[in-house]
């Protein structure tokens, strides 16, 4: 049973940093599309950022500001997110993407809220 497991959400003010990670059980993160997205109240799902291979790629909103990075080894995907702005302010989502087996995986989600 495949599981991703966020953790990192929280309150942040404004210009501050938060790294959110997912840990993944089940298949290797190495085998997979990852990515993060998010859900901001009244909007629909964005993707942030994805990583594969080692390749990466950003929403023009955040690029500059967030970092997506992968761990083999822990089998867990990181997201830095420097420079937060209020309107980042959503349930940031973890996906895993497999596309040899037509099997995508996502986790609970976790809450960041930008504010002062």
């Known amino acids: 049973q495949v599981q991703l497991v966020e953790s990192g959400g929280g309150l942040v003010q404004p210009g501050g940093s938060l790294r959110l990670s997912c840990a993944v059980s089940g298949r290797i993160i190495s085998l997979a599309a990852m990515g993060w997205y998010r859900r901001a109240p009244g909007k629909q799902r964005e993707l942030v950022a994805v990583i594969t291979g080692g390749a990466t790629n950003y929403a023009g909103s955040v690029k500059g500001r967030f970092t997506i990075s992968g761990d083999n080894a822990k089998n867990t995907v990181y997201l830095q997110m420097n420079s937060l702005k209020p309107e980042d302010t959503a349930v940031y989502y973890c996906?895993?993407?497999?596309?040899?087996?037509?099997?995508?995986?996502w986790g609970q989600g976790t809450q960041v809220t930008v504010s002062s």
């Open positions: 996906n895993a993407d497999f596309p040899k087996v037509f099997r995508t995986y």
